[in-house]
């Protein structure tokens, strides 16, 4: 490892991070601002934290580290103080064979392993992290540390169970519910009653999860004080009602969500964690294909059209958007979106968000942008014909537009579009690009096993025979589920002009797919089947997400 770190600005412009334009046009803020030139360009989009980490990891011959999906194991936590954690910026990962694996944000800081060393007798292995991450983690963990809220919601469960009528503090019994599920990582918190208990499950990494079973009799209290939070109406509980609230825990702030349902044994209730684990990641972290990133990156650098990204709730569609404005230039594009809600902030772009009462609409804002000399415009999904419609004429009068749009497949989107009333004409003339996608768990790398399909198992799936495969086992470190993390498994479809024709004539999803395969165009399934051979997912996985 180095022992000093080169000028900040200079090995992010070596390793093509950024160019001397964004250098620059930094250094001007950075005059009006006083920050350091990593901050600045974090703040303004430019660079993200985890391109910075991995460059840094790079240049001093350390490993980098992805917190987003890393799991402590307590007893290591409990080996670095939570004070020197918090001073130090460092959080020790894992205890292997006498070494003590830390992550730290700068590789070159000596004085954080030598802190290390001196507190805990262990000579440290350095992995770099990304800075607002590490210090996110670093809070969370360490909270969770010393006020442990499983054991917490494990004591009400035990007091109802030998008292059903015992007072509890329901709203702690929530806000404890909600933190264990950011902790957890899940996107979906389900609580739903039956005859005799309240089951609490989370869906993390797309898989539901139980985590709770609670007595039945919390479950109205329960129920009323999410609702009163949500600002729904706590009388009614016969019709489905939906509402929204806002949660921070520990400097995280999310929007949350709720759908109540009448089920026979009660209110079923579903809270949708909206930006839980958003991160500011790039279209090289999706994990798509080469050719498909290098066809993607083509089609945002066109001047004018439309790019779709579809598939179901969940699948990562929101984030792949967010990847595509980074590929974007910030500096000499003017950017607007309009979102439901504003899950990022990106600084060097105008952000707008959906106001249905005051009537700023997906639509209404797609009218006011072309006042506002637009070049790229991010609406945050094509719903209905007037949406589709006005993205249609923006696309058509000079701007790019992306957005979202539920359909199957990418060639299913351009059938949506006709749905919504566009000709078949028009959208051939506005649609330049359509990724579609679904997000695959990705195998845990530390106790993932190799082994041997069957024959037939592979001549089904289209597999090699020459391949090596692994399937899932399970460990600390993932949670015993033997995944950790989700990666996208796409298809992306370029329209060219033979497709353009097809689309203009009304052709059938299946010969539009057809044509795209001559062209090199592949499906999700195969883009899965070369993700189980690189080893990133398994068999299961692939029949889970894909069929």
């Known amino acids: 490892m180095q022992s000093s ?65 890393f799991m402590p194991d307590r007893e290591v ?221 083509n089609l945002l650098a066109k001047p004018h059209g439309i790019f779709l990204v579809s598939g179901p709730t969940g699948s990562g569609k929101t984030t792949t958007l967010y990847a595509a404005l980074r590929a974007q230039d910030v500096i000499h594009k003017n950017i607007v979106t309009v979102e439901d809600p504003v899950e990022i902030e990106f600084n ?23 006042r506002q000399d637009p070049d790229v415009i991010l609406v945050g999904e094509i719903r209905d014909e007037e949406t589709a419609s006005l993205a249609t004429r923006a696309a058509l009068t000079g701007h790019l537009v992306l957005s979202t749009i539920h359909a199957n497949s990418a060639a299913a989107a351009l059938a949506r579009l006709r749905d919504l009333g566009v000709s078949s004409y028009l959208v051939s003339t506005s649609v330049i690009g359509i990724m579609a996608q679904r997000l695959l768990r990705k195998l845990c790398t530390n106790c993932r096993e190799r082994f041997q399909p069957a024959d037939q198992e592979m001549e089904a799936l289209g597999l090699p025979a020459g391949g090596t495969y692994y399937r899932a086992v399970g460990c600390k470190e993932c949670g015993n589920t033997g995944y950790l993390g989700r990666v996208a498994v796409a298809e992306v479809l370029a329209v060219s002009g033979r497709i353009a024709l097809l689309m203009a004539e009304g052709a059938s999803v299946l010969d539009i797919e057809d044509a795209a395969r001559k062209e090199g165009f592949y499906d999700m399934r195969e883009a899965g089947r070369r993700k189980i051979v690189a080893g990133i997912t398994t068999i299961d996985e692939f029949r889970r997400v894909l069929g």
């Open 77 to 297: 936590l409990a080996m670095i103080p939570a004070n020197m954690a918090r001073q130090k910026q460092v959080l020790p990962l894992w205890n292997r064979d006498g070494v003590l694996h830390i992550a730290v944000s700068d590789p070159y800081d000596q004085s954080v392993g030598d802190a290390v060393f001196r507190y805990t007798g262990m000579a440290p292995s350095i992995h770099v992290a990304a800075l607002h991450l590490l210090k996110k983690v670093i809070e969370r963990f360490y909270y969770l540390l010393e006020n442990p809220i499983e054991e917490r919601i494990n004591e009400v469960t035990a007091t109802l169970k030998n008292n059903p009528l015992a007072e509890i503090d329901v709203d702690t019994l929530t806000t404890h519910l909600l933190a264990e599920a950011i902790s957890m990582r899940a996107t979906d918190i389900h609580i739903s009653p039956t005859m005799v208990s309240t089951r609490v499950n989370f869906r993390v990494d797309g898989v539901m999860r139980l985590v709770h079973v609670l007595s039945a009799n919390i479950h109205p209290r329960l129920v009323t004080n999410i609702k009163v939070r949500a600002g729904m109406d706590i009388s009614e509980q016969r019709k489905p009602q939906d509402g929204r609230m806002r949660f921070e825990f520990l400097g995280d702030e999310l929007d949350i969500r709720v759908s109540t349902v009448r089920s026979s044994n009660g209110e079923n209730v579903v809270m949708r964690l909206l930006g839980a684990g958003a991160a500011s990641i790039t279209l090289e972290d999706i994990g798509l294909e080469e050719d498909q990133y290098g066809s993607i990156s």
């Open 348 to 370: 060097m772009i105008r952000q707008t968000q959906v106001n249905v009462q005051a009537g700023y609409t997906f639509a209404s804002a797609i009218r006011t942008f072309l």
């Open 5 to 69: 770190r080169p000028p900040l600005g200079k090995l992010l412009k070596d390793f093509n991070v950024v160019t001397e334009e964004q250098i620059q046009f930094a250094l001007m803020e950075q005059k009006a601002t006083g920050e350091l030139m990593g901050e600045c360009l974090m703040r303004l989009g430019l660079v993200t934290d985890t391109q910075l980490a991995r460059v840094l990891a790079d240049q001093a011959g350390v490993p980098f580290v992805d917190l987003s999906t």
